[in-house]
């Protein structure tokens, strides 16, 4: 016997999950001064650390710069947590450079300049070309929030800066656009920049009456 699902008046929980608009999913309250407003009161700032290879580092430059990488994230005392992008590097202007690079080659370059081209027309058609971007995210709380960041993540780039070849800087309010943008609008990142005018985020209003 086959059962049907017993239709009826919507739960008061069910018709507050309907009512809830996107904006209310979004974990986004305000963004200025390089730090990210929460609606729950939260205040996220964070460091950008550039990629690094470990494999071009002997044993000894290896082991140190763990150590610095473990010392400092040892001594973060709230929660923090590190974040991974993506971003494909859109390289259409530079396959249109070398096409136009061929027609103007000697006879002897060209065969050289077109097998080049096809090699890197293939690495963009496997979707191999991407930059990766790396974020050390921080959650405070309390109205002091935004100043202890302000005076703690200058310190915290600086002690990991002590691995020698890491690229780390506080986060300023474009490097979070880039961040909201690669997270929320990942498919036009190849072929857009981060859109202007996206200083700050207006704040989220909470409308009574629910």
């Not at 407003?37 to 950008?48: I, Q």
């Not at 990488?69 to 494909?88: C, T, Y």
């Not at 002091?144 to 300023?172: C, F, I, N, T, Y």
């Amino acid at each position: 016997m086959k059962m049907f699902p017993v239709t009826g008046k919507k739960t008061p929980d069910e018709v507050e999950m309907a009512r809830k608009s996107a904006q209310d999913w979004l974990p986004l309250g305000d963004l200025h001064d390089g730090l990210l407003f929460r609606p729950d009161g939260a205040v996220v700032g964070g460091v950008t650390v550039a990629p690094f290879s470990l494999a071009l580092k002997s044993m000894a430059e290896t082991r140190t710069i763990i150590g610095v990488m473990h010392a400092a994230l040892n001594g973060l005392d709230r929660p923090w947590e590190i974040v991974s992008m993506f971003r494909p590097v859109d390289l259409d202007a530079y396959l249109a450079s070398l096409d136009s690079l061929i027609q103007d080659a000697d006879q002897r370059r060209k065969p050289v300049l077109r097998h080049y081209l096809s090699w890197v027309a293939g690495i963009v058609h496997n979707g191999e070309t991407v930059e990766r971007k790396y974020y050390l995210l921080i959650v405070r709380t309390g109205t002091d929030a935004p100043q202890e960041h302000r005076s703690h993540l200058p310190g915290l780039a600086q002690d990991m800066k002590r691995a020698r070849g890491l690229q780390v800087k506080v986060m300023s309010d474009q490097d979070w656009q880039e961040l909201l943008f690669l997270t929320f609008q990942a498919n036009h990142a190849a072929m857009e920049t981060v859109p202007d005018g996206l200083g700050r985020i207006p704040p989220i209003l909470d409308y009574g009456g629910r």
